[in-house]
């Protein structure tokens, strides 16, 4: 077990099991490449992608197919890109950042479906895969509902 | 910043590995072909940057968490 700071909780113990490398980095986050996702029953269906090397980067992700049960990553091109194994398609797990928008005093939930985070469970890898070609920007700011 | 003129065709090279290629000229559109090697992120600039925005305000946000998960239940219980 590894004790790590976050600011929401203090120290807590997480498995070094857990422990998520991004090799490219984290857009806006360069130079912090050590992730843990912690999930709780009380936040459910969020999660924190928490840094384990700084408390104050954590941000808040969900499975994009709680909302939205078409939605689609291209799993070979990252795949290739990432230099991960074909096998490893069903250890890949799909997370999008989430956000609050606030538009004439009414607050929604948004998702960024353009960049989505998928994670490798079995090489402990994450990559955050940014589209190149959006056709419709406003997927930056899905409503999540 | 450095700034240099092309025309169509006419190529720029950065570095070992990147050559950048005038393909077309537009009114108000230059298309650019890129050759680098593929572990370099090549993206519009503004497609980054919204990512980045996104995810910065997501981070901010992480000790409101309350306000996601009441606003979740609210939205699910309709």
């Not at chain 1, 790590?4 to 991004?22: Q, R």
């Not at chain 1, 940014?130 to 700011?141: C, M, Q, S, T």
């Not at chain 2, 393909?23 to 572990?39: H, S």
């Amino acid at each position: 077990m590894k004790k790590i700071n976050t600011k929401k909780f203090g120290e807590i113990e997480i498995d070094e099991k857990n422990i998520i490398t991004m090799p490219k980095g984290l857009p806006g986050f360069s130079g912090y490449n050590q992730y843990v996702i912690l999930d709780r029953e009380d936040i459910k269906p969020f999660c924190w992608f928490q840094s384990i090397e700084i408390p104050e980067i954590a941000l808040i992700v969900m499975s994009p197919y709680i909302f939205k049960n078409d939605y689609k990553v291209d799993l070979d091109l990252l795949i290739k890109d990432m230099n991960w194994d074909k096998e490893d398609k069903e250890d890949l797990e799909v997370y999008v950042v989430i956000n609050i928008k606030e538009k004439e005093k009414e607050k929604t939930i948004t998702a960024n479906l353009l960049s989505p985070i998928v994670v490798n469970t079995k090489k402990l890898e994450a990559v955050q895969f940014i589209n190149a070609n959006p056709e419709d920007r406003d997927l930056y700011y899905y409503p999540v509902k | 910043m450095l700034i240099l003129t092309r025309k169509l065709n006419e190529k720029i090279k950065i570095g070992e590995n990147i050559v950048l290629t005038v393909l077309d000229i537009k009114k108000n559109n230059i298309t650019i072909g890129i050759d680098a090697p593929k572990d370099i992120l090549i993206l519009r600039k503004e497609v980054y940057d919204n990512t980045v925005r996104e995810n910065l305000l997501s981070s901010r946000k992480y000790g409101n968490i309350e306000e996601f998960v009441q606003l979740w239940g609210k939205n699910n219980k309709k």
